[in-house]
């Protein structure tokens, strides 16, 4: 993950950005999966329930994944939550509306200067 980016287009606290390693891109032995992999382990949970969006996989990551968390994660129950950050994302915050608000007024004001009127 391109934590910079997330940090600066989320509201996300900095200590929930997780990003995988600059060594992990193009490395032919191991990839994102190993790096979320390596996180659960360290977070305590490779035996309970593991929920990530497969339905974006493409099939030769699908694949991988499978490979992966299989051997890796046993005993890990893997759920598929394909669109739940699309469902989650859809509530938003007071700040969050607020600068939709504002975004929109800005949008507004450019429009009707641009008409030269206000019909």
Request: charged fraction near 25%; include cysteine; aromatic fraction near 6%.
């Amino acid at each position: 993950m391109d934590a910079p980016a997330a940090l600066h287009q989320t509201f996300l606290q900095r200590d929930k950005v997780i990003a995988y390693p600059e060594a992990l891109i193009g490395n032919p032995d191991k990839d994102g999966f190993d790096s979320i992999i390596d996180f659960l382990y360290s977070a305590g949970v490779v035996n309970g329930g593991v929920g990530l969006e497969l339905g974006n996989l493409t099939a030769p990551s699908a694949e991988k994944f499978k490979t992966n968390f299989k051997t890796r994660l046993p005993q890990a129950k893997i759920v598929d939550c394909t669109g739940a950050v699309t469902w989650i994302r859809m509530v938003k915050s007071d700040l969050e509306i607020s600068v939709m608000k504002e975004a929109a007024a800005i949008t507004d004001a450019g429009i009707i200067r641009c008409r030269g009127s206000d019909t």
